[in-house]
């Protein structure tokens, strides 16, 4: 999980025309690495890349976002937030090697694991399972 600080700052980017994403995207890489680095240690014989085997951001997100539109000019494409029952909109940028999801009325935000894990109701393994197709 992303801890709140970096949240709050990520959602502020997510949210502001003028903010840059090199704070994002570090922490998103950082927490990529951390879990990269949990997922071969309790699965040795998982392939190094698993990461590159997960669906690609856009085909993934497009599969369970209703109504995504195409990226602005910062990247970021909105489509209706799936853990609502409203009309609430969540924000996807899955452009120039960036990935995070922020929903836009505050529920969360993430990479694919993360939503994934919030779709579920799953944990961090299940949900990497599960997008690699392996069975839980």
Same mark, same amino acid.
Do not use: H
């Given at each position: 999980m992303i801890p709140v600080e970096e949240q709050r700052r990520a959602e502020e980017?997510?949210?502001?025309?003028?903010?840059?994403?090199g704070d /994002?995207? #570090?922490?998103?890489?950082?927490l990529l690495a951390?879990?990269?680095? !949990?997922?071969?240690?309790?699965?040795?014989?998982?392939?190094?890349?698993?990461c590159e085997r997960l669906p690609t951001p856009e085909t993934y997100y497009r599969g369970h976002v209703s109504g995504m539109r195409r990226p602005?000019?910062?990247?970021?494409?909105?489509?209706l937030c799936p853990f609502h029952?409203?009309?609430?909109? /969540?924000? #996807?940028?899955?452009?120039?090697?960036?990935?995070?999801?922020?929903? !836009?009325a505050g529920c969360g935000?993430?990479?694919?694991i993360d939503f994934h894990q919030h779709l579920s109701g799953g944990g961090f393994?299940?949900?990497v399972l599960d997008?690699?197709?392996?069975?839980v």
């Open positions: 980017d997510c949210l502001s025309d003028s903010a840059t994403d /994002l995207q #570090v922490v998103l890489r950082a951390e879990r990269n680095a !949990l997922i071969l240690a309790k699965y040795p014989r998982s392939p190094a890349d698993w602005n000019a910062r990247g970021w494409a909105v489509g029952n409203d009309q609430q909109e /969540l924000a #996807v940028k899955f452009v120039e090697g960036t990935e995070v999801w922020c929903c !836009l935000l993430g990479d694919r393994e299940s949900a997008l690699l197709g392996v069975p």
